[in-house]
């Protein structure tokens, strides 16, 4: 199958400051990607859509300002959490989709903000 | 609304017996489905799409899609200790982008 690499794994930061995600297909193009995000025992929560050379579509709840996606190329999206809280510790997922509409998700990356 | 729906489970089953998932949909036009497995504390991997009514077989998975029934179910013959995770239901409609994850259901295979 197809491989997602995610960078990092694991961040640890202070309140306020920003967090950078990185999303790459590594063996294959993706025009769109997803940005989820999960709490402990808890399902799959679809943060955003993020399609390459636009801009990324929000789901509900979710602020745009807050969590910003970059889209730049067929192999790389990018998730900025910016002036984190520790209500936003989470597990963030990130999955690349094929033409064939299977998704192959990241590691994922594991966010504690104290 | 686009709605998937899953037990949640657990679903307990021993070690070499037949656990059978399911999955119903409510978008009559969906067009693809997958199920993924996610173990505790790890992102979901892909396990099988179908596309078409009928079986399709992998190994000692198999996925059974009935569109007219709107349900998709995931077999996993002999099934094994490690295969205790939670399977994703996945479903994508023609006239969206986004696919509609299931909550999951969860998989004991005790020894």
């Known amino acids: 199958g197809a491989v997602v690499s995610q960078h990092p794994s694991w961040v640890i930061c202070k309140s306020g400051t920003s967090v950078k995600i990185e999303c790459r297909s590594l063996d294959f193009q993706a025009t769109t990607m997803f940005w989820y995000r999960q709490f402990p025992k808890q399902s799959l929560m679809l943060m955003a859509t993020?399609?390459?050379?636009?801009?990324?579509?929000?789901e509900q709840g979710v602020e745009k300002d807050k969590f910003l996606i970059n889209h730049a190329s067929l192999t790389l999206s990018t998730l900025t959490v910016t002036s984190a809280h520790p209500e936003d510790s989470s597990f963030y997922i990130c999955s690349a989709e094929t033409q064939g509409n299977e998704q192959f998700f990241g590691p994922g990356t594991r966010l504690t903000v104290l | 609304q686009k709605e998937v729906e899953q037990n949640s489970g657990p679903l307990s089953v021993p070690e070499g017996a037949i656990a059978s998932l399911n999955c119903t949909y409510s978008d009559r036009v969906s067009q693809s489905f997958f199920w993924y497995r996610q173990y505790s504390g790890k992102s979901p991997e892909l396990i099988m799409s179908?596309?078409?009514?009928g079986d399709k077989e992998d190994g000692r998975f198999t996925a059974q899609l009935n569109k007219a029934s709107q349900y998709v179910s995931l077999l996993i013959r002999d099934s094994q200790p490690s295969d205790s995770a939670t399977y994703l239901c996945a479903v994508h409609s023609g006239g969206s982008y986004i696919p509609t994850f299931g909550r999951g259901t969860s998989l004991i295979v005790h020894p």
């Open positions: 993020s399609n390459e050379g636009s801009k990324a579509t929000y």
């Open positions: 179908i596309y078409s009514n």
